[in-house]
């Protein structure tokens, strides 16, 4: 069976899911330490240390943003050099702590995406993830702008940047990663993307993949990523729309009944941002 891509609102309602005390148990910061970790596991795949040692990590304000800066974290201790360009800090526990963490790693923080892209080997996009809407504001215009101008390699969390989650690069111009990392699933938007195609974030069950099926892949030995497409890969995509085993009145009533605050406040502040 191949694998599925998700809507918009079935990745929200699985997110809940996996967050909710009668669903997945997971907290919030948990998930985001599986994603960036997996992240970072996957650009050791294709972008080794001693070719790609620069990287600047571009991270949004919302949830894509705080999986950027575990990546980061993760990849200093991989051998890496990187360094943050994160222009809108929430004042929150999770944002406040991964910036800790990266500071005690001596990782930069940069003021603008020309700093950022200066003396950088390999770029990571985590600026808008699955749960972005509406228009893109400053400062990530001109970010966004600097990505689909730069040359050096990107890899993108979820979803490419300012891409439609389910209609993907509208009229092509949007930037072109080399590399994509599906998060969960993948995404709707992401069903055409050419590049190395990963897959991350090793929490779904059997009975959370069946309920919602998903058809993953399995993930090779201790691995948290696993590749979907581009050279070396050999798992088998689909195509189709979205995944169907749960009715769009069912989601519904998941988002409805089952968001708690936590997760409200973040894909809230996510969308807005």
């Known amino acids: 069976m191949s694998v599925k891509y998700l809507s918009q609102r079935s990745a929200q309602a699985i997110d809940v899911e996996l967050m909710s005390p009668t669903g997945g148990g997971f907290t919030f910061e948990q998930l985001v330490e599986l994603a960036g970790f997996s992240v970072a596991q996957a650009i050791t795949k294709e972008f080794h240390w001693d070719e790609y040692p620069r990287v600047v990590v571009f991270s949004g304000p919302g949830n894509n943003g705080l999986d950027g800066l575990v990546a980061a974290r993760h990849l200093t ?56 809407s509406g228009d893109v504001r400053q400062p990530f215009v001109s970010a966004i702008q600097a990505l689909k101008e730069t040359k050096l390699p990107i890899v993108s969390v979820d979803i490419p940047s300012a891409w439609d989650v389910e209609k993907g690069n509208l009229n092509g111009s949007g930037i072109i990663p080399t590399m994509l990392v599906s998060l969960t699933a993948p995404k709707e938007g992401t069903k055409d993307f050419q590049g190395h195609h990963y897959l991350g974030g090793r929490f779904i069950t059997k009975k959370m993949e069946a309920k919602w099926g998903l058809n993953l892949p399995e993930y090779p030995g201790t691995d948290q990523c696993v590749k979907l497409s581009g050279p070396g890969s050999n798992v088998t995509e689909s195509k189709s729309a979205t995944a169907t085993s749960t009715s769009t009145a069912d989601i519904k009533k998941i988002v409805g009944d089952k968001m708690d605050n936590h997760f409200l406040n973040n894909v809230a502040y996510h969308s807005l941002s």
């Not at 360009?85 to 702590?97: E, F, I, L, S």
């Not at 500071?103 to 080997?121: A, K, N, Q, W, Y």
Request: charged residues 25%.
């Open 77 to 132: 201790h991989f051998g890496y050099q990187p360094k943050v360009y994160y222009p809108k800090r929430p004042d929150k526990p999770a944002n406040n702590g991964l910036m800790k963490q990266c500071t005690e790693l001596d990782i930069p923080f940069v003021d603008t995406p020309e700093s950022g892209l200066r003396d950088s080997d390999l770029v990571v996009d985590a600026i808008f993830g699955f749960s972005f």
